[in-house]
């Protein structure tokens, strides 16, 4: 499996779907510890990116990405836009202008977008937000490139496993940040929508080198 | 759940074109990207004054647009915060040179976009100061929550603010009266039912018949607890009590006393909650100088009110007085 520029296209199409497919699920999840606005406002960003991609048509998986970057801070709106968009941007920076993504720059990619989420919402781990499976996402990443054998396939499983395992911890976590962080102690027993969203972002990812 | 909309996809759309053209005079309605702006902005030689945030808080913010008040307002999406290219658009629209506030409600989307927009005003030569509006004191332990929201205290800024920008304050004077506002303003809240956000379609949070939430933001959040209904002087005193704790208001003092509707609360029960909270103050020997009732920062349909109470000097009174004339707010023209 090469990573190329069509993953990329690939990726971004499969997460717009699955934005699609979610977004009822994702406005309920933000109905109980937020504002009921997630799964709304990551179906219209996505649904945009698709039709800049096919405008613009990128010829580099870092163009595709801060393509991306771009239309989801114009697009999305509240903390979403915002940390979505960084996390893309700094991922484009990170794979500059290659044609083809190895292992070890596709872990340092998303060692960069966890780091931009964390540079603009000041989150931690623990306190129940994106974060929570960005993080394990880029350790599982970084542990899957570091082992020789490793594959930019087993580095996307990896991720997407980690962030899906950090997304369902945070269902116990009482926030500490984000608009649930009002509800104190009542935010537990909920997943958080934005890692919810980021699981499924990097399960497309998977499946568009699969 | 029944609304008078069209299509949940287009609400904002079409609920900014209207108040367009309801309020020509006043206002002028850029469609893409969305914001409202004064008139005759750019007003030569005035520090602009620009406030946004997810729209379902109407009149707020479009509505405070005007003489005396906003430059320009920028409306999101239904409780989303607007983008950047909404922001930086209406920056520049009311930028005469002498520079531009931006007045943002702590809530973390709203932070996150317009710090991105100051960045490159900033960039395109325009000098940005912005006001932080965090009067919610619903929200009690701020070292592990995203920190104090804006709510009601937000008109209270952005009327003094604006009158100060329109009496020819420079930037900093102007983000500095924006601030000392907001550090003598606190606000607490309560629902009495939910709201249900378009394009979501059921209620945003669940509300038992004899149940109400105390210490709501203004985005159909839930609030810190949920206790059984209570009546208007019982659930005053509970909104009242934090509010001028936390004020540290004492004899002697001079405030001003804002009553909020969420927007589905009669103004008839506003009063009686105004009633009430006038005789708390009057009892702790302080003095209501000024006053508002009305729904000027509302989230939706909801049932409930906020009550704000902000410590009045005479320079706060002399701005709150001057003229004002905008959709939502007019006097003294």
């Known amino acids: 499996m090469v990573l190329d520029v069509k993953w990329a296209v690939r990726w971004l199409t499969l997460c717009a779907q699955a934005m699609a497919e979610n977004r009822v699920w994702l406005i309920e999840l933000d109905r109980a510890i937020g504002d009921s606005d997630h799964g709304e406002n990551m179906d219209r960003g996505f649904q945009a990116v698709l039709e800049k991609l096919a405008e613009a048509q990128p010829e580099t998986p870092g163009a595709a990405l801060k393509l991306t970057a771009m239309t989801l801070m114009s697009k999305v709106g509240g903390a979403a836009g915002p940390l979505y968009g960084t996390a893309f941007l700094r991922a484009s920076t990170a794979l500059g202008d290659a044609a083809e993504i190895d292992p070890e720059r596709l872990a340092e990619a998303l060692g960069a977008a966890r780091d931009g989420i964390v540079a603009r919402g000041k989150a931690e781990p623990g306190d129940k937000t994106m974060v929570d499976a960005w993080t394990p996402a880029v350790e599982a990443a970084q542990a899957a490139a570091k082992d020789g054998a490793g594959t930019v396939l087993g580095v996307l499983v990896a991720a997407a496993e980690a962030a899906e395992a950090g997304a369902v911890a945070t269902d116990p976590l009482v926030a500490r940040k984000g608009r649930a962080s009002y509800l104190g102690e009542r935010s537990a027993g909920h997943r958080d929508p934005g890692a919810a969203s980021s699981a499924l972002i990097l399960r497309a990812a998977v499946g568009a080198a699969a | ?333």
């Open chain 2, 1 to 333: 759940m029944k609304k008078l909309i069209n299509d949940p996809r287009s609400v904002v759309d079409e609920s900014v074109e209207g108040f367009g053209l309801a309020h020509a005079g006043l206002v002028t309605v850029t469609a893409d990207p969305k914001y409202v702006t004064r008139k005759d902005a750019p007003v030569a030689g005035k520090v602009g004054l620009v406030s946004g945030g997810g729209s379902g808080h109407e009149p707020l913010h479009a509505g405070f647009v005007g003489l005396g008040m906003l430059d320009a307002a920028v409306p999101g999406a239904v409780f989303t915060s607007p983008t950047p290219d909404q922001i930086l658009p209406a920056t520049l629209a009311v930028s005469s040179g002498a520079g531009v506030v931006h007045i943002v409600k702590n809530y973390t989307g709203d932070v996150l976009n317009f710090e991105t927009a100051a960045e490159l005003a900033q960039a395109e030569g325009v000098d940005i100061r912005t006001v932080l509006v965090n009067d919610d004191v619903a929200v009690e332990d701020s070292l592990y929550t995203a920190g104090r929201r804006g709510v009601g205290g937000t008109v209270l800024v952005e009327k003094i603010a604006g009158a100060a920008a329109e009496r020819g304050d420079s930037l900093d004077a102007v983000a500095a009266i924006g601030d000392r506002v907001n550090s003598n303003v606190r606000t607490m809240g309560v629902a009495l039912s939910a709201c249900t956000v378009p394009h979501a379609g059921t209620p945003s949070f669940d509300l038992a018949d004899d149940e109400i939430e105390i210490g709501i933001g203004i985005h159909g959040e839930p609030g810190r607890h949920k206790i059984p209904m209570e009546n208007a002087d019982g659930i005053t005193d509970r909104l009242l009590d934090p509010v001028l704790s936390d004020l540290g208001i004492t004899g002697g003092e001079k405030v001003l006393l804002f009553v909020n509707g969420m927007g589905g609360t009669p103004l008839s029960e506003l009063y009686i909650v105004y009633r009430r909270a006038a005789q708390v103050i009057a009892e702790r020997g302080a003095a209501v100088e000024r006053s508002l009732v009305g729904n000027y920062i509302t989230s939706l349909e909801m049932q409930g009110c906020s009550i704000s109470v902000l410590r009045l000097d005479d320079e706060l009174t002399q701005l709150w007085d001057a003229p004002v004339h905008t959709a939502a707010l007019r006097w003294g023209v």
